[in-house]
């Protein structure tokens, strides 16, 4: 679980831990000058899916959230503000990615089951989304998320 000592640690997860299927870390460019900063996602560059629905998670420290998977929907996390440890699991592997800046984003694609762990004392977590809200897409029992990753993926 999260701790004080691991807010500080940049993605990725530990080169100890096996990598997940398909989540990957995503750099996302920073441009800064007297003004301030401005971070820049771009579909197909480094979002690798189509936005079609965004939220924001406001979380307290010590907060959990997530505990599902999707069938179908792809998501990107973005900590804009505060610390947010995701653990990811794909049914085989998992692995904690600690998100602490907006210029770090984490790809979870269907059938990853994540949860969130907020540590500072507020938290600001963006969640881009490839599809509109469907609560048939969501898997909120583990047990019948093990069963649905060992099913064979439809074709896109």
Same mark, same amino acid.
């Given at each position: 679980?999260?701790?004080?000592?691991?807010?500080?640690?940049?993605?990725?997860?530990?080169?100890?831990?096996?990598?997940?299927?398909?989540?990957?870390?995503?750099?996302?460019?920073?441009?800064?000058?007297?003004?301030?900063? =401005?971070?820049?996602?771009?579909? +197909?560059?480094? *979002? &690798?899916?189509?936005?079609?629905?965004?939220?924001?998670?406001? @979380?307290p420290a010590e907060a959990t959230r997530g505990s599902h998977a999707h069938r179908e929907a792809h998501q990107m996390l973005v900590c804009l503000q505060g610390c947010c440890a995701v653990l990811a699991d794909d049914g085989v592997n998992s692995a904690?990615?600690? =998100?602490?800046?907006?210029?770090? +984003?984490?790809? *979870? &694609?269907?059938?990853?089951?994540?949860?969130?762990?907020?540590? @500072?004392?507020?938290?600001?977590?963006?969640?881009?989304?490839?599809?509109?809200?469907?609560?048939?897409?969501?898997?909120?029992?583990?047990?019948?998320?093990?069963?649905?990753?060992?099913?064979?993926?439809?074709?896109?």
């Amino acid at each position: 679980m999260f701790s004080s000592s691991r807010a500080e640690s940049p993605l990725p997860a530990p080169p100890h831990v096996e990598r997940v299927c398909g989540v990957r870390c995503v750099s996302l460019p920073r441009f800064s000058d007297s003004r301030g900063a =401005l971070f820049v996602g771009e579909v +197909g560059a480094n *979002l &690798p899916f189509t936005p079609r629905r965004f939220f924001f998670i406001d @979380a307290p420290a010590e907060a959990t959230r997530g505990s599902h998977a999707h069938r179908e929907a792809h998501q990107m996390l973005v900590c804009l503000q505060g610390c947010c440890a995701v653990l990811a699991d794909d049914g085989v592997n998992s692995a904690e990615y600690v =998100l602490t800046s907006p210029d770090q +984003g984490l790809y *979870l &694609p269907p059938r990853t089951w994540s949860v969130q762990h907020y540590g @500072a004392p507020h938290n600001l977590l963006l969640v881009l989304a490839s599809d509109v809200y469907d609560p048939a897409d969501y898997v909120n029992d583990y047990e019948e998320f093990l069963r649905l990753t060992r099913q064979p993926r439809r074709a896109g």
